[in-house]
């Protein structure tokens, strides 16, 4: 049952209150069956003897008292043994007028008044099956065994010196098979506990110089069904299987220390490591330069539950909930997850693997419980979801070890769980020897044939999910390079997309035409700027589209203070009629369709064009000197010129660009007409930069900048005019909230680091700082690394803006020059600290903030309740603008034609 539906369920349940059944409204408000909790009310299910107390076995302990024996009720109960041995997750005692609770497993309490229990609906959404990820993010466990091991890690390839001669494959290996030691000796898949750790303090020396002969025998040992001829401390070690000591791999050497640390990393609790988490911790170990963030590698349980849950999960949670009752759909769905396969093309140490592994085993023990609870008959239970359904394929040797590890210490665990659950019918198939855990494949995902990797028929139910690697083209080495060539040489431009494009074009290959559909993270990028028009219209015409996408949020892990990188999710799946699903802030938004840029609407691409779809003045390029700094000049440049020969200073002009513009200071240029030449002639300073300025553009391989060396006292390209301008930056941080955008006069020179309109009315200033644009601007422009790219073309030319009457422009005025005197005040800030989205002066904020109620109500009348509103908008706006312009075009020619 989801949150929304619970939230209405507690409406309803507060707005009156039974005493005698509200402890049986409330659980049957989460979800738990009506079936369950009619037996609960008989006393089938209550384990409590205590009249007024109700005891359901690992849900609730509920008890009503007077009201001056609430907190002395509670606090007896939570730390009485009897009470707690049934393992109640909730505790909740009350008067029917307040209500108090605590969660026994994370320990955080609950004190409302019971009539605003619905507005605390999330306490208690564990009963449904939502979780409160939180805790394990916190476990220190993790953390702590992982950076014991960094030191083992460390000491080891200090005094080996050649253990990298294989490029580390032993190694990865070796600590492979010490991480299972570690965990199966604290969990019981060894028989005796802590035996591993034991064995070896025992039976090698304390110098450490058998401790790699001691390894090497005990993981043979391991490897084999017979040890009848060892020493009976090796006997009691159990045959594992599962290839993980199948291969004849030496140990490194130990030293004392290595030894000692070896034995300290045992002495931890490993039954507390999550191997979802442990794995890419691990993984930073080997790898050092992650070493200063160990921990940050890791994506957080909520986060891939947001891949997860939209992808597969939810539908066959719905279709659980349509099942209840019913035994044979229930069978049939057991039937059904058990033939699912999920398949993570980028798996590192399987973290998405091992969350949609366990997620399954869970709604398998909870369709278990349900058919417990309606069939008489019972009978002993065993699970029916296999590591083999699990695939993925991962490029580091390493990572692909910790992935076939991590899955079969996820299985343990939820074959434990898988017992606990089930009332005592659940039975757990003994974990050794191993099985194979899964097919994870060592490769480069963007060579092999994922057809291959994870065979799919018709009848095939396949989830392709994960977190590929991003990396902008000029981040992309050689071989990254030549991937993308292989997978996406078909796409015009295809250098300009990001690496993740190759799994994006991948996954639409796979997918197509069969019962499959993937989910995969990505930076924003490639649903921003050019790359939109590039990638998306290959993946539509393979009849895909988007089933869902969560909208750009930050994804961040369990290292605190990680202020994670933006991002968006996006589902894909054969073409369907039913509806699609917007994630933005917590937000759910049903949909007909969703586009490359992740909004409401038609498959709409915005492509450069040369003119203005609307009605507004011409924009340009600043002007770009190709001089190698030679026409440029410092403010002390410029000011030595002047005092010593000032009959100068009308060939010098301030020149200004982004950088300028934004940190508030100038610098200046040279700019000699032609008919001035003569004049120059014999002023040294000058000269001298112009023969530098053509020695400059003499060496250079372009013709045209060669015959520019005639020239020297011109700009390369100069597009200065002598008339007042807007200068807009090229360049802005996505951060802010509106563009910084500046008036000037003639006597400056824009630089190519700029746009330029030049004899623009105030108004239109209007328009460029708007929120309407630079929503517009965030859409559509390029990026640079993380910066937005403002471009004439591409932010400029299509952005659609009504027509307006002079009465909006006036109005429109009013709010610049309101703008322009808040600025005013501030007269020691520089537009980047003005701008700085946090720091923002307040007065700014509202004459902004009023300038887009003008601007917005060009648009229409209704203000827009956010961004995501506008930029639907406007995206309807420009496909009837482009829609109308394209028409008009048709029938001229038509015209002419006849």
């Given at each position: 049952?989801?949150?929304?539906?619970i939230?209405?369920?507690?409406?309803?349940?507060?707005?009156?209150?039974?005493?005698?059944?509200?402890?049986?409204?409330?659980?049957?408000?989460?979800?738990?069956?009506?079936?369950?909790?009619?037996?609960?009310?008989?006393?089938?299910?209550?384990?409590?003897k205590?009249?007024?107390e109700?005891?359901?076995?690992?849900?609730?302990?509920?008890?009503?008292?007077a009201?001056?024996?609430?907190?002395?009720?509670?606090?007896?109960?939570?730390?009485?043994?009897?009470?707690?041995?049934?393992n109640?997750?909730?505790?909740?005692?009350?008067?029917?007028?307040?209500?108090?609770?605590?969660?026994?497993?994370?320990?955080i309490?609950?004190?409302t008044?019971?009539?605003?229990?619905?507005?605390?609906?999330?306490?208690?959404?564990?009963?449904?099956?939502?979780?409160k990820?939180?805790?394990k993010?916190?476990?220190?466990a993790?953390?702590?065994?992982?950076y014991?091991?960094?030191?083992?890690?460390?000491?080891?390839?200090?005094?080996?010196p050649?253990?990298?001669?294989?490029?580390?494959?032993?190694?990865?290996?070796?600590?492979s098979?010490?991480?299972?030691?570690?965990?199966?000796?604290?969990?019981?898949?060894?028989p005796?506990?802590?035996?591993?750790?034991?064995?070896?303090?025992?039976?090698?020396?304390?110098?450490?110089?058998?401790?790699?002969?001691?390894?090497?025998?005990?993981?043979?040992?391991?490897?084999?069904?017979?040890?009848s001829?060892?020493?009976?401390f090796?006997?009691?070690?159990?045959?594992?299987?599962?290839?993980l000591?199948?291969?004849d791999i030496q140990?490194?050497?130990?030293s004392?220390k290595?030894?000692?640390?070896?034995?300290?990393?045992?002495?931890?609790d490993?039954?507390?490591?999550?191997?979802d988490?442990?794995?890419?911790?691990?993984?930073?170990?080997?790898?050092?330069?992650?070493?200063?963030?160990?921990?940050?590698?890791?994506?957080?349980?909520?986060n891939?539950?947001?891949?997860?849950?939209?992808?597969?999960?939810?539908e066959?949670?719905?279709?659980f909930?349509?099942s209840?009752?019913?035994?044979?759909?229930?069978?049939?769905?057991?039937?059904?997850?058990?033939?699912?396969?999920?398949?993570?093309?980028a798996?590192?140490?399987?973290?998405?693997?091992?969350?949609?592994?366990?997620?399954?085993?869970?709604?398998?023990?909870?369709?278990?419980?349900?058919?417990?609870?309606?069939q008489s008959?019972?009978?002993?239970?065993?699970?029916?979801?296999?590591?083999?359904?699990f695939?993925?394929?991962?490029l580091?040797?390493?990572?692909?070890?910790?992935?076939?590890?991590?899955?079969?210490l996820?299985?343990?665990?939820?074959?434990?769980?898988?017992?606990?659950e089930?009332?005592?019918?659940?039975?757990?198939?003994?974990?050794?020897?191993l099985?194979?855990?899964?097919?994870?494949?060592?490769?480069?995902?963007?060579?092999?044939d994922w057809?291959?990797v994870?065979?799919?028929?018709?009848?095939?139910?396949?989830?392709?999910l994960?977190?590929?690697?991003?990396?902008?083209?000029?981040?992309?080495?050689?071989?990254?390079?030549?991937?993308?060539?292989?997978?996406?040489?078909?796409?015009?431009?295809?250098?300009?997309?990001?690496?993740?494009?190759?799994?994006?074009?991948?996954?639409?290959?796979?997918?197509?035409?069969?019962?499959?559909?993937?989910?995969?993270?990505?930076?924003?990028?490639?649903?921003?700027?050019?790359?939109?028009?590039?990638?998306?219209?290959?993946?539509?015409?393979?009849?895909?589209?988007?089933?869902?996408?969560?909208?750009?949020?930050?994804?961040?892990?369990?290292?605190?203070?990680?202020a994670?990188?933006?991002?968006?999710?996006?589902?894909?799946?054969?073409?369907f009629?039913?509806?699609?699903?917007?994630?933005?802030?917590?937000?759910?938004?049903?949909?007909?369709?969703?586009?490359?840029?992740?909004?409401?609407g038609?498959?709409?691409f915005?492509?450069?064009?040369?003119?203005?779809?609307?009605?507004?003045?011409?924009m340009?390029?600043?002007?770009?000197?190709?001089d190698?700094?030679?026409?440029?000049?410092?403010?002390?440049?410029?000011?030595?010129?002047?005092?010593?020969?000032?009959?100068?200073?009308?060939?010098?002009?301030?020149?200004?660009?982004?950088?300028?513009?934004?940190?508030?200071?100038?610098?200046?240029?040279?700019l000699?007409e032609d008919?001035?030449?003569e004049?120059?002639?014999n002023?040294?300073p000058?000269?001298?930069?112009?023969?530098k300025?053509?020695?400059?553009r003499?060496?250079?391989?372009?013709?045209?900048t060669?015959?520019?060396?005639?020239?020297?006292?011109?700009?390369?390209?100069?597009?200065?005019?002598?008339?007042?301008?807007?200068?807009?930056?090229?360049?802005?941080s996505?951060?802010r909230?509106?563009?910084?955008?500046?008036?000037?006069?003639?006597?400056?020179?824009?630089?190519?680091?700029?746009r330029?309109?030049?004899?623009?009315?105030?108004?239109?200033?209007g328009?460029?700082?708007?929120?309407?644009?630079?929503?517009?601007?965030?859409?559509?422009?390029?990026?640079?690394?993380?910066?937005?790219?403002?471009?004439?073309?591409?932010?400029?030319?299509?952005?659609?803006?009504?027509?307006?009457?002079?009465?909006?422009?006036?109005?429109?005025?009013?709010?610049?020059?309101?703008?322009?005197?808040?600025?005013?005040?501030?007269?020691?800030?520089?537009?980047?600290?003005?701008?700085?989205?946090?720091?923002?002066?307040k007065?700014?904020?509202?004459?902004?903030?009023?300038?887009?109620?003008?601007?917005?109500r060009?648009?229409?009348?209704?203000?827009?309740?956010?961004?995501t509103e506008?930029?639907?908008?406007?995206?309807?706006?420009?496909?009837?603008?482009?829609?109308?312009?394209?028409?008009?075009?048709?029938?001229k020619?038509?015209?002419?034609a006849?």
């Open positions: 049952m989801g949150a929304t539906q939230e209405k369920n507690l409406d309803e349940l507060v707005k009156s209150i039974d005493k005698e059944n509200f402890i049986y409204d409330l659980l049957v408000a989460y979800g738990i069956s009506k079936t369950t909790v009619t037996r609960l009310k008989k006393g089938d299910f209550n384990l409590s205590v009249e007024g109700v005891l359901y076995k690992k849900k609730v302990l509920f008890k009503e008292v009201s001056d024996k609430l907190l002395t009720t509670i606090d007896d109960l939570t730390k009485s043994e009897e009470s707690l041995k049934h109640p997750r909730f505790v909740i005692v009350t008067d029917y007028k307040t209500l108090l609770a605590k969660d026994i497993r994370t320990g309490t609950l004190d008044p019971i009539k605003e229990l619905n507005k605390r609906y999330d306490f208690f959404l564990p009963w449904a099956g939502q979780e990820y939180q805790s993010n916190e476990n220190h993790d953390r702590k065994a992982s014991e091991m960094a030191k083992l890690y460390d000491i080891l390839v200090h005094e080996n050649t253990i990298y001669d294989d490029g580390g494959h032993n190694l990865n290996i070796f600590l098979r010490l991480l299972f030691c570690f965990f199966a000796e604290d969990t019981n898949i060894f005796i506990e802590g035996m591993f750790t034991d064995a070896l303090a025992q039976h090698t020396k304390p110098d450490g110089t058998d401790t790699h002969t001691f390894l090497n025998r005990l993981f043979t040992v391991l490897n084999r069904e017979n040890n001829k060892e020493p009976d090796l006997q009691a070690f159990p045959y594992v299987n599962g290839g000591f199948r291969d140990s490194p050497v130990f004392s290595a030894r000692k640390i070896i034995i300290e990393c045992g002495n931890l490993w039954s507390e490591i999550n191997p988490i442990f794995g890419s911790m691990i993984q930073a170990v080997v790898n050092p330069e992650y070493r200063s963030g160990l921990g940050m590698h890791y994506t957080s349980v909520p891939i539950m947001k891949v997860i849950e939209p992808l597969f999960l939810n066959i949670k719905e279709e909930e349509k209840k009752g019913n035994v044979n759909k229930l069978r049939k769905l057991i039937y059904r997850i058990s033939k699912i396969k999920c398949f993570d093309p798996c590192g140490s399987g973290n998405f693997l091992i969350i949609a592994y366990k997620e399954i085993r869970r709604l398998e023990i909870e369709i278990l419980n349900h058919l417990i609870e309606i008959q019972q009978s002993i239970l065993f699970t029916e979801i296999k590591l083999s359904q695939y993925g394929i991962e580091d040797d390493f990572a692909h070890e910790m992935a076939i590890l991590s899955l079969w996820a299985e343990h665990q939820m074959n434990k769980e898988f017992v606990e089930l009332h005592g019918l659940g039975k757990a198939k003994p974990i050794l020897p099985k194979e855990a899964g097919n994870i494949i060592q490769g480069n995902a963007t060579r092999l057809k291959t994870c065979p799919i028929d018709l009848a095939d139910e396949v989830y392709i994960g977190n590929p690697p991003y990396l902008g083209y000029s981040r992309q080495d050689a071989e990254q390079k030549a991937d993308m060539s292989i997978v996406c040489s078909k796409m015009v431009d295809y250098k300009k997309l990001d690496y993740i494009a190759c799994w994006f074009v991948k996954g639409a290959d796979y997918i197509r035409n069969n019962n499959s559909k993937f989910s995969f993270v990505t930076t924003n990028s490639i649903t921003q700027g050019e790359q939109v028009a590039l990638l998306w219209p290959f993946i539509f015409s393979k009849e895909i589209e988007i089933s869902f996408a969560y909208q750009s949020f930050k994804w961040t892990n369990n290292a605190k203070g990680n994670g990188v933006s991002v968006v999710i996006i589902g894909l799946a054969n073409k009629s039913d509806e699609k699903y917007l994630f933005n802030n917590g937000l759910l938004k049903k949909t007909k369709n969703i586009n490359g840029y992740l909004i409401e038609s498959n709409v915005i492509n450069q064009t040369n003119k203005p779809i609307s009605k507004l003045p011409q340009i390029k600043g002007s770009s000197p190709g190698n700094g030679n026409l440029l000049l410092d403010e002390e440049e410029k000011n030595k010129i002047i005092t010593e020969n000032p009959e100068y200073h009308k060939f010098i002009k301030k020149y200004i660009g982004a950088r300028e513009f934004m940190n508030g200071f100038l610098r200046y240029c040279i000699i008919k001035y030449l004049e120059i002639k002023f040294k000058f000269v001298d930069r112009l023969e300025v053509r020695e400059f003499l060496a250079s391989k372009k013709e045209s060669v015959k520019k060396a005639s020239f020297p006292n011109q700009f390369d390209e100069m597009k200065y005019k002598d008339s007042d301008c807007i200068l807009i930056p090229q360049t802005g996505e951060r909230k509106y563009l910084p955008v500046g008036f000037y006069d003639n006597t400056y020179v824009i630089s190519n680091a700029a330029v309109v030049y004899d623009a009315e105030p108004w239109l200033f328009m460029l700082s708007s929120k309407m644009h630079i929503v517009w601007v965030k859409a559509v422009a390029g990026r640079l690394k993380m910066d937005m790219q403002y471009s004439n073309t591409l932010c400029y030319n299509t952005f659609p803006f009504p027509e307006i009457s002079d009465k909006q422009k006036e109005t429109i005025n009013l709010h610049v020059f309101a703008v322009l005197d808040e600025r005013a005040k501030h007269p020691t800030k520089t537009l980047a600290q003005l701008y700085d989205p946090e720091k923002m002066p007065g700014l904020k509202e004459a902004h903030h009023e300038l887009d109620l003008a601007i917005e060009c648009y229409r009348l209704k203000p827009f309740e956010n961004d506008r930029l639907e908008y406007l995206f309807k706006l420009y496909e009837e603008m482009t829609t109308k312009n394209n028409l008009f075009v048709k029938e020619k038509t015209k002419k006849k």
